[in-house]
């Protein structure tokens, strides 16, 4: 049975590696150290891109997710492979789980190695949309604008279980203002009209992202997740839930930016 340490360390983009013939890592967490796609690369082959705003490196004031616990979808290098990252010179990624030693004839555990042979076309990652509504445009009362739309190859699947992150600028925003709402194949994953109460899910309840200053407890769907198969079409839609129309500050526009992290699964 492979013996094990602790695993804290980085990887900078541009860095490679090749484990000994008798260690492995087993990857539990990870975190970018800039708010641009980052990505491990394992036997040459790139996994799931994350960027600070959902996987910063460390709990920051600023961004209280912390690095992204991929939980069952850990990543593996077996002896003999290579770890690198890609994306942009100077970024880096913190990886956190373990080291493992392997006995003198003992062989990397079967679990680990189908994990290291699936990891490729089952992790975590995210997707991201923005939508502007124009300078001095006035967002009318129910009006609802799309921001983010997906639809995967047919042999694709994505499971949004993880935090949802909205941003919204243009002016001062309340509490039920604005709200996100999911469709699925065109239907709404929510109430369908105002008689049960506001549509949608409150901005102000999806910090983008947590933090100190917000709201230090993000918005997920963990325990009620959306499975989006592929040849389906996922929307997220904004939608004005004050009653009146919101109009911005002067030479300003309303721009809504959605980031959702979740699982994406290639057969």
């Given amino acids: 049975m492979p013996e094990y340490y602790e695993l804290d360390t980085i990887i900078k983009v541009g860095e490679e590696f090749e484990m000994p013939a008798d260690r492995f890592y087993v990857i539990r967490k990870i975190g970018a150290s800039a708010d641009r796609d980052t990505a491990l690369v394992i036997d040459g082959i790139p996994l799931g891109k994350v960027k600070w705003t959902c996987a910063p490196v460390i709990k920051y004031v600023s961004n209280t997710l912390g690095p992204l616990d991929l939980g069952d979808y850990f990543y593996v290098v077996p002896p003999k492979k290579k770890i690198g990252c890609e994306g942009t010179s100077g970024d880096y990624m913190r990886i956190k789980g373990e080291v493992g030693k392997l006995a003198t004839g003992e062989s990397l555990p079967a679990a680990l190695l189908t994990r290291f042979e699936k990891q490729h076309r089952e992790y975590l990652t995210y997707v991201e949309a923005t939508f502007e509504l124009g300078t001095d445009v006035t967002w009318t009362a129910d009006a609802e604008h799309l921001v983010l739309e997906l639809i995967p190859r047919t042999v694709e699947k994505y499971e949004f279980k993880y935090p949802v992150m909205v941003d919204i600028s243009g002016d001062t925003v309340l509490r039920g203002d604005f709200a996100i709402r999911f469709y699925l ?77 979740c699982k994406k699964i290639t057969s």
């Fill in 185 to 261: 194949d065109g239907k709404p994953l929510d109430v369908l009209g105002k008689e049960a109460g506001r549509r949608g899910i409150d901005v102000l309840a999806c910090p983008r992202p947590p933090a100190s200053t917000v709201n230090m407890e993000p918005f997920t769907l963990e325990k009620h997740p959306i499975t989006v198969e592929g040849d389906h079409r996922f929307q997220v839609k904004a939608i004005n839930t004050s009653g009146a129309d919101k109009a911005p500050a002067s030479g300003s526009s309303w721009k809504v930016t959605v980031t959702l992290i």
